[in-house]
């Protein structure tokens, strides 16, 4: 089998652990790696014996696909000039800065029949996949997302940094359009928004409450999902999935005894199977799991929460 030929551009944080999971891939070759720092791109390409870059554009046309891991205000222009060159794009959160940049990339990918692919890590975490056989129309839902302050990313709000996540996640889930979303937050030690809370309702009844921090002194990335007949929890950072269901017996008369399972994943590689899946789809005309129009519903609602939070 023809081998895909990949790049990636940029090595920050995010950057090299794509390099890893393309080199590790046996049919893809990792062909080039590109950084505006020469240092960087010379290190990673020399780690995998490619070519290191500084400029993308000396890659256009001459790749089969990239993933794009560069600053947000960059997203824009890197994807849609590798789109335009006939390449599959692997794009990390959020897809882009503004809407109007995000329904272009999406055009260009459907005009050129490319794959146009979002990096909502979270998707592929082990615990997350395993809920979708257990969902049966929730009614409500609780996320919370906490970290310690970190300078990566502050480019962004909290809102586009990590809630995110969990606003793909719940759109996904849920399946319906918001009719009413109430936000708050506060600014503490940027110039941003570093705490967040929204209150998300739903055409078809279900509720969602998600939180998200970047200034908290420990990290937290949980889900707790209520429906008709179950408690759902998801614990992201450990990778388990917790089901509390109403049992045939009772516990007390006339209150139904709660029956408990626990399902705790082995230490995966979500960021491995992302790229393999974005591969896949690549390889094969497949709709990745996080397609365009998914990445631009969450750009949707996490601006809709800003724009909110500015009046706040």
């Not at 790749?63 to 947000?72: E, G, K, L, Q, R």
């Not at 692919?117 to 998707?123: A, D, K, T």
């Not at 199977?273 to 519903?297: K, M, Q, T, W």
Request: glycine letters at 6%; proline letters at 4%.
């Amino acid at each position: 089998m023809k081998k895909l030929k990949c790049a990636v551009i940029g090595t920050g944080y995010l950057g090299k652990f794509h390099a890893d999971k393309y080199a590790a891939l046996p049919e893809c070759e990792l062909t080039a790696i590109v950084d505006v720092s020469p240092e960087a791109a010379a290190t990673i390409s020399a780690k995998h014996g490619c070519r290191g870059l500084t400029d993308y554009r000396e890659l256009l046309g001459k790749v089969d696909a990239v993933s794009i891991a560069v600053p947000t205000r960059l997203h824009f222009e890197v994807a849609r000039d590798f789109l335009k060159a006939g390449a599959h794009v692997l794009v990390e959160k959020p897809i882009t800065t503004t809407l109007d940049e995000a329904d272009a990339l999406i055009r260009l990918a459907r005009e050129n029949d490319r794959v146009l692919m979002v990096g909502h890590l979270e998707r592929f975490n082990p615990a997350i996949l395993a809920l979708e056989g257990a969902l049966d129309q929730p009614r409500f839902i609780e996320s919370t997302r906490l970290a310690p302050f970190k300078p990566r990313a502050t480019d962004v709000s909290v809102v586009l940094d990590l809630m995110i996540h969990d606003i793909d996640i719940i759109l996904d889930i849920v399946g319906s359009e918001i009719t009413h979303i109430e936000a708050s937050g506060a600014s503490v030690l940027t110039g941003d928004t570093d705490i967040a809370n929204a209150r998300l309702t739903f055409a078809n009844g279900c509720v969602a409450n998600v939180t998200a921090s970047r200034i908290s002194l420990k990290s937290e990335r949980k889900m707790r999902l209520f429906q008709r007949d179950a408690y759902l929890s998801v614990d992201f950072q450990n990778r388990v999935l917790a089901s509390h269901r109403r049992g045939e017996g009772e516990m007390f008369p006339g209150v139904p005894e709660i029956i408990s399972e626990e399902q705790a994943f082995e230490s995966g590689d979500a960021l491995l199977e992302e790229i393999r899946h974005f591969v896949d789809c690549a390889l094969h005309g497949r709709i990745p799991r996080v397609s365009g129009e998914a990445g631009r519903r969450a750009l949707a609602t996490a601006e809709e929460i800003s724009a909110l939070l500015q009046t706040c």
